[in-house]
């Protein structure tokens, strides 16, 4: 190893402070066991040999945008996209495309890219089935060639798509309706265009730029053709128009700040990488990011840092459509509403976003045959002020809410309700006022009706009467209490019932009298006749 390549190398690992944190990548690899439990990959529809396959992963948060990743494989292409996804988080600018790590997938080396929101500028329809030209059959006939088909899908490009083992023709492309004047759309695209300058991101179609018409977020995708060796960013390449000619001052202070010579340390080579960029690729991404730098500086000069996207942004843009992303789109935007041809093949106006909980721009003054869709910036529109869409359903409610003068009305009778309320004295008064309840009535009072209840009432109260033979028993069995033998001396004046040494007054229970026992029977008589109208002894 050179001394020059050893030094080049301890540099690498010298990461300056402001960097620091930013240098611990997040999520650079997915693997088989990242995947959910019993997915599925499921092919995309799409040309060309690599075909892009959609699958699921256990968590929502190893990859932005998921758990819904896109696996698509190949080493070359995976290194190019995850350094692109590097490259934005060393400018602060993560958000602006999808999120690329690498991954090994079923024995494929590859990378994976995160779901983003909205819907693609424009679509691509295939309705048309073709055949395999003779070109990829042997001569001597025969099946068709592997190497030969992927060679003839590869130089067909976008125009003929593969799908369940049939070919089909491009036959049309259709441009989602997107409101270019949003002020969100305008720097979103602004922001894209001159994050692609700094990556050399060739092939931005607008298949590749996905609009949330609700948030107004703009995100690029599939950024497997960037970070070559290309090292200019004013010149028109492929898809690339050139560098923006205006700037959001915010997004324009990120790229300010970056360093171009720490770059490096987040484009080499880390653990799990399945493929890594070039000397050449990495020393060109420097050059590029201070030449954008410069471009910025002068920019300034010229007037071209906007603070405020507004209409007068937009008018400038699409003054010169073929030098900015937006200008291109309005006037793709254009050209399917009058019905033109691009790419060969005639275009149209896709459907359009799901209507948002929010006021639309009405068309009242225009005659039916006139009207366009309101988000189409190009299309004639009226000058009424913006009015919220009233749903069927809310204007039935509304029908059935009472009129102001119905509720002042049911106010007023409330209060009259209120004001013929007894206060509390009035109340107390009311209740020492009311006679008093009835008393409950006795259950001996009430005689069974049955002969046999009155039986059975006789037999229950008679078991309960002590009977004269068990007393005459018990008399015999009593024995005599003797009277205690008391020292004169230690007696007192007081009786039996005296207080303890605790104070307490001991007091024994009496026997019941002779003539206590009399009475009792003598009731339990009565009740039994009372109850049978016979004597109990009967």
Do not use: C
Request: hydrophobic residues 30%; aromatic residues 4%; charged residues 25%.
């Amino acid at each position: 190893m050179s001394e020059k390549t050893a030094k080049s190398r301890r540099s690498s690992n010298s990461i300056p402070r402001r960097n620091a944190q930013k240098v611990a990548r997040r999520a650079t690899f997915v693997a088989d066991g990242d995947l959910a439990a019993n997915v599925t990959m499921t092919k995309m529809a799409g040309g060309g040999v690599n075909p892009v396959m959609r699958t699921q992963l256990k968590s929502s948060t190893l990859i932005r945008g998921g758990p819904t990743v896109y696996f698509k494989p190949g080493k070359k292409d995976a290194r190019h996209a995850v350094a692109s996804t590097r490259l934005a988080r060393f400018l602060e600018m993560e958000a602006v495309i999808s999120h690329n790590a690498f991954t090994k997938l079923n024995d494929d080396e590859g990378f994976v890219s995160g779901q983003v929101p909205g819907v693609p500028l424009r679509r691509l329809e295939y309705d048309a089935q073709i055949q395999l030209p003779k070109s990829v059959y042997p001569k001597k006939g025969g099946p068709p060639i592997p190497r030969e088909v992927e060679m003839w899908l590869t130089n067909a490009g976008s125009t003929v798509m593969q799908r369940d083992g049939k070919y089909f023709q491009l036959t049309g492309i259709a441009y989602n309706p997107v409101d270019y004047k949003d002020p969100r759309i305008q720097k979103g695209m602004s922001d894209l265009q001159i994050f692609d300058a700094i990556s050399s991101q060739v092939d931005r179609h607008g298949g590749n730029i996905y609009v949330d018409a609700q948030t107004g977020k703009v995100t690029g995708i599939d950024d497997d053709l960037s970070m070559g060796t290309r090292s200019t960013v004013d010149r028109a390449l492929d898809k690339y128009p050139g560098l923006p000619p205006l700037v959001d001052r915010a997004t324009a202070q990120k790229i300010l700040e970056a360093k171009p010579e720490t770059l490096h340390t987040f484009l080499e080579h880390r653990e799990n990488d399945v493929a890594d960029l070039t000397p050449d690729e990495i020393k060109a991404a420097e050059i590029r990011l201070r030449d954008v730098q410069a471009y910025l500086r002068k920019l300034e000069e010229t007037g071209g840092i906007v603070d405020t996207w507004d209409d007068t942004t937009y008018q400038r843009l699409v003054q010169d459509p073929t030098k900015s992303y937006l200008g291109l789109a309005v006037r793709d935007l254009q050209n399917a509403l009058n019905g033109g041809l691009a790419e060969g093949v005639p275009t149209k106006l896709g459907p359009p976003p799901p209507p948002p909980w929010a006021p639309v721009r009405p068309t009242a003054d225009m005659p039916p045959q006139q009207q366009h869709l309101p988000n189409v910036p190009t299309s004639p529109r009226s000058g009424t002020t913006v009015q919220p869409r009233v749903r069927l359903a809310d204007q039935r409610l509304a029908d059935q809410q009472p009129d102001d003068q119905q509720l002042l009305d049911q106010q007023l009778l409330d209060q009259q309700l209120l004001d013929q309320q007894p206060d509390n004295e009035q109340l107390l008064d009311q209740f020492e006022a009311f006679p008093p309840l009835p008393r409950r009535p006795n259950p001996w009072s009430v005689l069974p009706r049955s002969p046999s209840a009155q039986a059975a009432a006789s037999r229950r109260l008679a078991a309960r009467r002590p009977r004269p033979a068990e007393k005459e028993k018990e008399k015999e069995k009593e024995v005599p209490r003797r009277s205690p033998v008391v020292d004169p001396s230690e007696s007192s004046s007081e009786s039996d019932n005296s207080p303890t040494e605790s104070g307490a007054t001991i007091v024994s229970p009496s026997r019941p009298t002779d003539v206590e026992v009399e009475r009792q029977n003598e009731a339990w008589e009565a009740i039994v006749q009372k109850l049978t109208g016979n004597s109990p002894d009967e």
